[in-house]
């Protein structure tokens, strides 16, 4: 997944104020105790990440 599908994923599912807050703000265990631009920076695949995001934030599987 580009990262440009991603941002685009997390905008529509977040809104897109709320998806760069999320992203800079919530830590997750399952990324390694950090955040959606933490992991990202880390080398972590978008991919990787968004299935992450859905898990923990219930995100309904037609939006995967």
């Known amino acids: 997944?580009?990262?440009?599908?991603?941002?685009?994923r997390m905008a529509e599912h977040f809104g897109q104020a709320y998806a760069d807050t999320f992203a800079r703000d919530?830590?997750?265990s399952?990324?390694?105790g950090r955040t959606?631009?933490?992991a990202l920076d880390?080398?972590?695949d978008a991919k990787e990440v968004w299935q992450v995001v859905c898990a923990v934030m219930?995100?309904?599987?037609?939006k995967r």
């Open 42 to 44: 880390a080398g972590w």
């Open 26 to 28: 919530h830590v997750m």
């Open 36 to 38: 959606v631009h933490e």
């Open 1 to 8: 997944m580009r990262l440009t599908v991603f941002w685009q």
């Open 30 to 32: 399952e990324l390694g």
């Open 58 to 62: 219930d995100v309904p599987r037609e």
